[in-house]
């Protein structure tokens, strides 16, 4: 929400109402889109660690066995890289329905491919005595 409110009070543009408004709403798409990539990378990164520490610890279990501060380290882990995947599963289920929204319902190859698909996977090729 700090993004948006510093996006909207930093622009400052002169020219008609309307025309002010459609720059000041294209400023605050291509800062949210900054501001989305940025917090992908944060993302990424802090996926990336969890990661790297539990494929670690099972080299370690491989050679040795780990002791109890380690295996809680690795429950921490795993843990960690579900919830992860959890918030990134929903992120994508939400642009789904947004992409949805905007072309599902247009007569586009998307649509036609969506409903194709589901047609392939519903038809019944024969029936069996």
Same mark, same amino acid.
């Given at each position: 929400?700090?993004?948006?409110?510093?996006?909207?009070?930093?622009?400052?543009?002169?020219?008609?109402?309307?025309?002010?408004?459609?720059?000041?709403?294209?400023?605050?798409?291509?800062?949210?889109?900054?501001?989305?990539?940025?917090v992908g990378?944060?993302?990424?990164?802090?996926?990336?660690?969890?990661?790297?520490m539990v494929?670690?610890?099972? +080299?370690?279990?491989?050679?040795?066995? &780990?002791?109890? !501060? %380690?295996?809680?380290?690795?429950?921490? $882990?795993?843990?960690?890289?579900?919830?992860?995947?959890?918030?990134?599963?929903?992120?994508?289920?939400? +642009?789904?329905?947004?992409?949805?929204? &905007?072309?599902? !319902? %247009?007569?586009?190859?998307?649509?036609? $491919?969506?409903?194709?698909?589901?047609?392939?996977?519903?038809?019944?090729?024969?029936?069996?005595?």
């Open positions: 929400m700090k993004i948006v409110h510093d996006a909207w009070n930093r622009f400052a543009v002169f020219g008609t109402p309307d025309a002010y408004l459609a720059a000041k709403l294209r400023f605050l798409k291509e800062q949210i889109k900054k501001w989305r990539k940025d990378k944060k993302e990424n990164k802090e996926c990336d660690d969890p990661i790297g494929k670690e610890l099972e +080299k370690h279990a491989e050679s040795r066995p &780990i002791s109890v !501060d %380690e295996m809680e380290i690795w429950n921490n $882990g795993i843990k960690k890289i579900t919830e992860l995947e959890r918030l990134s599963n929903m992120d994508m289920k939400q +642009k789904a329905r947004i992409k949805w929204m &905007i072309y599902g !319902d %247009e007569n586009s190859k998307f649509f036609h $491919g969506y409903v194709n698909c589901k047609n392939r996977r519903n038809f019944m090729h024969g029936l069996l005595n």
